[in-house]
T-cell receptor, first 121, second 113 residues
Framework: GAVVSQHPSWVICKSGTSVKIECRSLDFQATTMFWYRQFPKQSLMLMATSNEGSKATYEQGVEKDKFLINHASLTLSTLTVTSAHPEDSSFYICSARGGVFGSWLFHNEQFFGPGTRLTVL | KNQVEQSPQSLIILEGKNCTLQCNYTVSPFSNLRWYKQDTGRGPVSLTI?????NTKSNGRYTATLDADTKQSSLHITASQLSDSASYICVVNPSGGYQKVTFGTGTKLQVIP
């Protein structure tokens, strides 16, 4: 249980285009989803926290108009990189935290997706 | 400022050997600590999760220890296999509601034949 999927697993796009990445919790309801970015040989960097039905909370230095996050349901959050540029090329990972129905540990655990490799040419 | 430091940054060991990875944290108040394994180009996968009252927890060849007094944790890998080659990340979750977790920078482990 507690599986999180991401789609696509990799994407190559031209500079200036927009790319949408989906994050789904497959077998549980996630009240909170997180979006991370990871550059080579670096740790995960939190970009934003997204709660179902409300606006995402962005970390300092992350442009909310560039990285649009929509968390429309308890099982789906999307990250749209608008007007992508080569410096946006990175590994994007989402995670989902379990809802109120579950054990304490499940309630606090973050389950990570497999990641999406974005390459902007 | 909450911090999680891991050592060593990288490690190369021979297949079949044991190794121990270290994690020191300053996160307070503390709720739980997790070790994740991240294969290259993949998302992190949870290995163990330990709460304040737990001192040791095993998951197959992985054994994690926690000393909440000194704020140190270790991950011991027994009889390493080539498939153990990955980054191992220590993640500390503070208590007191939905606060942000703090990620360590990871230890890159390479197991060679």
């Amino acid at each position: 249980g507690a599986v999180v999927s991401q789609h696509p697993s990799w994407v190559i796009c031209k500079s200036g285009t927009s790319v949408k990445i989906e994050c789904r919790s497959l077998d549980f309801q996630a009240t909170t989803m997180f979006w991370y970015r990871q550059f080579p040989k670096q740790s995960l960097m939190l970009m934003a926290t997204s709660n179902e039905g409300s606006k995402a909370t962005y970390e300092q230095g992350v442009e909310k108009d560039k990285f649009l996050i929509n968390h429309a349901s308890l099982t789906l959050s999307t990250l749209t990189v608008t007007s992508a540029h080569p410096e946006d090329s990175s590994f994007y990972i989402c995670s989902a935290r379990g809802g109120v129905f579950g054990s304490w540990l499940f309630h606090n655990e973050q389950f990570f997706g497999p990641g999406t490799r974005l390459t902007v040419l | 400022k909450n911090q999680v430091e891991q050592s060593p940054q990288s490690l190369i060991i021979l297949e079949g050997k044991n190794c121990t990875l270290q994690c020191n944290y300053t996160v307070s108040p503390f709720s739980n600590l997790r070790w994740y394994k991240q294969d290259t180009g993949r998302g992190p996968v949870s290995l163990t999760i330990m709460t304040f009252s737990e001192n040791t927890k095993s998951n197959g060849r992985y054994t994690a220890t926690l000393d909440a007094d000194t704020k140190q944790s270790s991950l011991h890998i027994t009889a390493s296999q080539l498939s153990d080659s990955a980054s191992y990340i220590c993640v500390v979750n503070p208590s007191g509601g939905y606060q942000k977790v703090t990620f360590g920078t990871g230890t890159k482990l390479q197991v060679i034949p």
